[in-house]
Protein backbone atom coordinates (compact mmCIF):
# COMPACT_ATOMS: atom_id res chain seq x y z
CA UNK A 1 0.00 0.00 0.00
CA UNK A 2 1.81 3.43 -0.83
CA UNK A 3 1.93 6.03 1.50
CA UNK A 4 4.02 9.68 1.75
CA UNK A 5 7.38 10.12 2.83
CA UNK A 6 6.40 13.00 5.08
CA UNK A 7 9.13 14.95 7.32
CA UNK A 8 7.56 13.87 10.52
CA UNK A 9 7.56 10.12 8.94
CA UNK A 10 11.78 10.62 8.55
CA UNK A 11 11.87 11.65 11.67
CA UNK A 12 9.98 8.43 13.31
CA UNK A 13 11.77 6.07 10.94
CA UNK A 14 15.14 7.67 11.78
CA UNK A 15 14.43 7.23 15.78
CA UNK A 16 13.38 4.09 15.34
CA UNK A 17 15.53 2.36 13.13
CA UNK A 18 18.53 3.37 15.80
CA UNK A 19 16.02 1.67 18.21
CA UNK A 20 17.49 -2.28 18.25
CA UNK A 21 15.24 -3.08 21.36
CA UNK A 22 12.25 -3.87 18.85
CA UNK A 23 10.84 -4.54 15.57
CA UNK A 24 8.97 -1.48 14.26
CA UNK A 25 6.62 -1.08 10.75
CA UNK A 26 5.94 1.75 8.84
CA UNK A 27 1.38 1.89 9.60
CA UNK A 28 0.75 3.23 5.21
CA UNK A 29 -2.90 3.52 5.91
CA UNK A 30 -2.48 6.69 9.03
CA UNK A 31 1.24 7.39 7.68
CA UNK A 32 2.74 6.28 11.41
CA UNK A 33 5.81 3.89 12.97
CA UNK A 34 4.06 0.71 14.90
CA UNK A 35 5.90 -1.85 16.68
CA UNK A 36 8.37 -1.64 19.42
CA UNK A 37 8.51 -3.54 22.88
CA UNK A 38 5.94 -1.11 24.02
CA UNK A 39 3.51 -1.98 21.65
CA UNK A 40 1.99 -5.06 23.07
CA UNK A 41 -1.50 -4.92 20.77
CA UNK A 42 0.48 -4.49 17.46
CA UNK A 43 2.94 -7.15 17.99
CA UNK A 44 -0.13 -9.25 19.49
CA UNK A 45 -2.32 -8.91 16.59
CA UNK A 46 -1.44 -6.28 13.83
CA UNK A 47 1.57 -7.81 12.41
CA UNK A 48 -0.95 -11.50 10.95
CA UNK A 49 -4.07 -9.73 10.35
CA UNK A 50 -2.94 -7.02 7.83
CA UNK A 51 0.19 -7.86 6.75
CA UNK A 52 -0.36 -5.87 3.58
CA UNK A 53 -1.07 -2.54 5.80
CA UNK A 54 2.37 -2.54 7.49
CA UNK A 55 5.91 -2.44 5.88
CA UNK A 56 9.32 -3.22 7.05
CA UNK A 57 11.76 -0.16 8.10
CA UNK A 58 15.20 0.25 5.75
CA UNK A 59 17.54 -2.59 6.93
CA UNK A 60 19.79 -0.57 10.06
CA UNK A 61 21.64 -2.76 13.05
CA UNK A 62 24.98 -2.62 14.61
CA UNK A 63 27.43 -3.55 12.31
CA UNK A 64 25.50 -0.33 9.95
CA UNK A 65 26.03 1.67 12.72
CA UNK A 66 29.85 0.58 12.95
CA UNK A 67 30.57 1.19 9.38
CA UNK A 68 29.20 4.95 9.06
CA UNK A 69 31.34 5.48 12.07
CA UNK A 70 34.57 4.04 10.46
CA UNK A 71 33.60 6.45 7.46
CA UNK A 72 33.35 9.20 9.37
CA UNK A 73 36.47 8.72 11.37
CA UNK A 74 38.65 7.65 8.38
CA UNK A 75 37.48 10.60 6.40
CA UNK A 76 37.48 13.56 9.01
CA UNK A 77 40.31 16.26 8.10
CA UNK A 78 41.51 16.77 11.51
CA UNK A 79 44.45 14.61 12.28
CA UNK A 80 44.68 14.69 16.20
CA UNK A 81 40.48 13.58 16.33
CA UNK A 82 40.81 11.15 13.13
CA UNK A 83 43.58 9.45 15.31
CA UNK A 84 41.65 9.48 18.63
CA UNK A 85 38.19 8.12 16.36
CA UNK A 86 40.14 5.60 14.34
CA UNK A 87 41.85 4.16 18.48
CA UNK A 88 38.59 4.18 19.89
CA UNK A 89 37.09 2.17 17.03
CA UNK A 90 39.75 -0.61 17.20
CA UNK A 91 39.78 -1.20 21.08
CA UNK A 92 37.32 -4.10 20.48
CA UNK A 93 34.81 -4.19 23.07
CA UNK A 94 32.73 -0.05 24.23
CA UNK A 95 33.61 0.54 20.86
CA UNK A 96 30.30 2.58 20.52
CA UNK A 97 30.88 4.03 24.13
CA UNK A 98 34.59 4.84 23.25
CA UNK A 99 33.85 6.45 20.18
CA UNK A 100 31.19 8.45 22.08
CA UNK A 101 33.32 9.69 24.99
CA UNK A 102 35.83 10.57 21.95
CA UNK A 103 33.49 13.08 20.33
CA UNK A 104 32.26 13.75 23.54
CA UNK A 105 35.83 16.29 24.15
CA UNK A 106 35.58 17.75 21.16
CA UNK A 107 31.76 19.64 21.37
CA UNK A 108 32.76 20.90 17.56
CA UNK A 109 33.42 17.39 15.91
CA UNK A 110 30.61 15.93 17.86
CA UNK A 111 28.14 18.54 15.98
CA UNK A 112 29.34 17.16 12.38
CA UNK A 113 29.26 13.60 13.76
CA UNK A 114 25.39 14.50 14.44
CA UNK A 115 24.98 16.13 11.52
CA UNK A 116 26.75 13.09 9.11
CA UNK A 117 25.00 10.61 10.71
CA UNK A 118 21.74 12.09 10.24
CA UNK A 119 22.20 13.02 6.72
CA UNK A 120 23.74 9.35 5.89
CA UNK A 121 20.61 7.58 7.57
CA UNK A 122 18.19 9.83 5.44
CA UNK A 123 20.12 8.77 2.13
CA UNK A 124 19.55 5.16 3.56
CA UNK A 125 15.59 6.18 3.63
CA UNK A 126 15.42 7.74 0.08
CA UNK A 127 16.94 4.73 -1.09
CA UNK A 128 14.07 2.53 0.69
CA UNK A 129 11.38 4.51 -0.33
CA UNK A 130 12.25 4.73 -3.83
CA UNK A 131 12.72 0.91 -3.91
CA UNK A 132 8.78 1.27 -3.00
CA UNK A 133 7.95 2.75 -5.27
CA UNK A 134 9.51 1.28 -8.02
CA UNK A 135 7.32 -1.43 -7.00
CA UNK A 136 4.37 0.84 -7.25
CA UNK A 137 5.42 1.63 -10.54
CA UNK A 138 5.85 5.43 -9.59
CA UNK A 139 9.17 7.67 -10.21
CA UNK A 140 11.68 7.66 -8.06
CA UNK A 141 11.93 11.30 -5.81
CA UNK A 142 15.67 12.40 -5.03
CA UNK A 143 16.90 14.47 -2.29
CA UNK A 144 20.19 16.84 -1.80
CA UNK A 145 22.51 15.97 0.65
CA UNK A 146 22.78 18.84 3.39
CA UNK A 147 25.89 20.76 3.95
CA UNK A 148 27.78 20.69 7.36
CA UNK A 149 30.34 22.47 7.27
CA UNK A 150 28.49 26.40 8.07
CA UNK A 151 27.10 24.36 11.53
CA UNK A 152 30.17 23.69 12.74
CA UNK A 153 31.30 27.40 11.59
CA UNK A 154 28.13 28.78 13.09
CA UNK A 155 29.43 28.05 16.42
CA UNK A 156 33.04 30.15 15.72
CA UNK A 157 33.01 33.87 16.63
CA UNK A 158 35.88 35.79 14.55
CA UNK A 159 37.00 39.43 15.27
CA UNK A 160 39.77 41.66 14.89
CA UNK A 161 42.89 40.61 16.72
CA UNK A 162 43.37 42.74 19.93
CA UNK A 163 46.51 43.14 21.94
CA UNK A 164 44.52 41.06 25.09
CA UNK A 165 44.94 38.31 22.18
CA UNK A 166 48.60 38.35 22.42
CA UNK A 167 50.02 36.16 24.80
CA UNK A 168 47.29 33.00 23.72
CA UNK A 169 48.58 33.26 20.15
CA UNK A 170 52.01 33.77 21.61
CA UNK A 171 51.26 30.27 23.41
CA UNK A 172 49.65 28.88 20.33
CA UNK A 173 52.65 29.96 17.78
CA UNK A 174 55.15 28.68 20.42
CA UNK A 175 53.06 25.47 19.97
CA UNK A 176 52.99 24.83 16.40
CA UNK A 177 56.76 25.99 16.63
CA UNK A 178 57.40 22.83 18.75
CA UNK A 179 54.97 20.96 16.38
CA UNK A 180 56.64 21.46 13.09
CA UNK A 181 60.29 21.05 14.77
CA UNK A 182 59.10 17.22 15.65
CA UNK A 183 57.52 16.95 11.76
CA UNK A 184 60.78 17.99 10.66
CA UNK A 185 62.71 15.81 13.39
CA UNK A 186 60.66 12.63 12.05
CA UNK A 187 61.52 13.38 8.83
CA UNK A 188 65.80 13.04 9.66
CA UNK A 189 65.75 16.31 9.39
CA UNK A 190 66.51 16.92 13.34
CA UNK A 191 70.01 19.65 13.27
CA UNK A 192 68.30 21.38 10.84
CA UNK A 193 64.63 22.35 12.22
CA UNK A 194 65.15 24.96 13.90
CA UNK A 195 66.20 26.80 10.81
CA UNK A 196 63.52 25.61 8.58
CA UNK A 197 60.89 26.16 10.65
CA UNK A 198 62.04 29.61 11.57
CA UNK A 199 62.73 30.12 7.50
CA UNK A 200 58.89 29.40 7.14
CA UNK A 201 57.32 31.64 9.46
CA UNK A 202 56.00 33.81 6.95
CA UNK A 203 58.17 36.97 6.36
CA UNK A 204 60.02 36.09 9.63
CA UNK A 205 62.60 38.88 9.19
CA UNK A 206 60.63 41.73 8.13
CA UNK A 207 60.04 44.51 11.12
CA UNK A 208 57.26 44.58 12.84
CA UNK A 209 56.58 40.65 13.19
CA UNK A 210 53.41 40.31 15.82
CA UNK A 211 55.97 38.11 17.89
CA UNK A 212 58.91 40.14 17.44
CA UNK A 213 61.12 41.28 20.91
CA UNK A 214 59.36 45.00 20.02
CA UNK A 215 56.26 44.77 17.88
CA UNK A 216 54.41 47.61 16.69
CA UNK A 217 50.79 46.57 17.53
CA UNK A 218 49.49 49.57 15.91
CA UNK A 219 50.85 48.70 12.62
CA UNK A 220 49.75 44.95 12.96
CA UNK A 221 46.11 43.44 11.36
CA UNK A 222 44.55 40.34 12.55
CA UNK A 223 42.06 38.40 12.85
CA UNK A 224 40.93 35.87 15.94
CA UNK A 225 39.02 33.20 16.22
CA UNK A 226 36.51 31.67 19.50
CA UNK A 227 35.03 28.71 19.73
CA UNK A 228 31.21 28.75 21.59
CA UNK A 229 32.74 27.87 24.67
CA UNK A 230 34.93 31.19 24.22
CA UNK A 231 38.28 29.19 23.72
CA UNK A 232 40.95 31.18 21.76
CA UNK A 233 40.73 28.90 18.58
CA UNK A 234 43.41 30.81 15.74
CA UNK A 235 44.28 33.60 14.52
CA UNK A 236 45.81 35.47 11.34
CA UNK A 237 47.95 38.55 11.27
CA UNK A 238 50.30 40.80 9.25
CA UNK A 239 51.36 44.14 8.58
CA UNK A 240 51.46 46.69 5.48
CA UNK A 241 54.30 47.87 3.88
CA UNK A 242 53.78 50.41 0.74
CA UNK A 243 50.83 48.64 -1.02
CA UNK A 244 51.59 45.57 -0.15
CA UNK A 245 50.04 44.02 2.74
CA UNK A 246 52.09 40.69 4.82
CA UNK A 247 50.52 37.81 6.01
CA UNK A 248 52.81 36.65 8.62
CA UNK A 249 51.41 33.82 10.86
CA UNK A 250 47.92 31.88 10.46
CA UNK A 251 48.02 29.14 13.31
CA UNK A 252 45.12 26.91 14.67
CA UNK A 253 44.63 24.97 17.51
CA UNK A 254 45.06 20.99 16.55
CA UNK A 255 41.76 20.41 17.59
CA UNK A 256 39.95 22.90 15.25
CA UNK A 257 41.59 22.22 12.14
CA UNK A 258 39.90 20.91 9.34
CA UNK A 259 36.77 22.49 10.30
CA UNK A 260 37.25 25.88 7.88
CA UNK A 261 38.41 27.62 10.81
CA UNK A 262 41.61 28.75 9.20
CA UNK A 263 39.58 29.29 5.72
CA UNK A 264 37.06 31.56 7.74
CA UNK A 265 40.14 33.54 9.17
CA UNK A 266 41.96 34.62 6.31
CA UNK A 267 38.62 34.94 4.55
CA UNK A 268 37.71 37.70 7.06
CA UNK A 269 41.25 39.32 7.32
CA UNK A 270 41.11 39.99 3.43
CA UNK A 271 37.42 41.47 4.01
CA UNK A 272 38.91 43.79 5.97
CA UNK A 273 41.44 45.04 4.36
CA UNK A 274 41.11 48.37 1.64
CA UNK A 275 41.35 47.61 -1.67
CA UNK A 276 42.48 51.38 -2.43
CA UNK A 277 45.12 51.12 -0.25
CA UNK A 278 46.64 47.54 -0.69
CA UNK A 279 46.81 46.26 -4.47
CA UNK A 280 48.11 42.94 -2.98
CA UNK A 281 48.63 40.56 -0.22
CA UNK A 282 51.29 37.84 0.23
CA UNK A 283 51.68 34.47 2.27
CA UNK A 284 53.87 32.12 2.27
CA UNK A 285 53.21 28.06 2.95
CA UNK A 286 55.44 25.71 4.24
CA UNK A 287 55.25 22.40 2.59
CA UNK A 288 53.82 20.63 5.57
CA UNK A 289 50.63 22.70 5.08
CA UNK A 290 50.63 22.70 1.26
CA UNK A 291 46.43 21.10 1.36
CA UNK A 292 45.53 25.08 1.91
CA UNK A 293 46.61 26.10 -1.25
CA UNK A 294 43.36 25.15 -2.60
CA UNK A 295 42.01 27.67 -0.15
CA UNK A 296 44.04 30.52 -1.39
CA UNK A 297 42.94 29.28 -5.31
CA UNK A 298 39.53 29.31 -4.24
CA UNK A 299 39.98 32.95 -3.09
CA UNK A 300 41.98 33.80 -6.25
CA UNK A 301 45.49 33.53 -5.33
CA UNK A 302 48.14 32.94 -7.27
CA UNK A 303 51.59 30.99 -6.66
CA UNK A 304 54.88 33.02 -7.74
CA UNK A 305 57.33 31.46 -6.46
CA UNK A 306 58.58 28.21 -5.01
CA UNK A 307 61.72 27.60 -2.45
CA UNK A 308 63.59 24.49 -2.46
CA UNK A 309 65.81 23.20 0.57
CA UNK A 310 69.17 21.13 0.08
CA UNK A 311 71.04 19.19 3.11
CA UNK A 312 74.67 19.37 1.53
CA UNK A 313 75.07 16.16 3.78
CA UNK A 314 72.70 14.24 1.79
CA UNK A 315 73.62 15.51 -1.44
CA UNK A 316 74.26 12.64 -3.88
CA UNK A 317 77.01 12.77 -6.12
Request: glycine content about 8%; proline content about 3%.
Amino acid sequence: MQFELTEALIDEILFSMEDQAGEFYVDTVNGVIVGGIDDLDFLEYGRDKNNDRYIDLPDWDSASGYKLMERFATGFKNPLVREELNSALNRGKGVFRAFKDTLGKYPEAEKLWFSFKEKEMKRAIFRWYNGLREEWGLEKIGVEPEETGDLVLEDFRFRPFREEDFDKALELHRLCHEEYKTMLAEKGLKNSADTLVRESHTFHFLSNNLFSETPSLSLVAGMTAESGGGDFAGFISGFAKDETFYIQSLEVKAEYRGLGVGETLLTKLLGSLDANEITQVLLDIPSWAEGFSRVLLRESFKPYTVRYWLDLRERVD
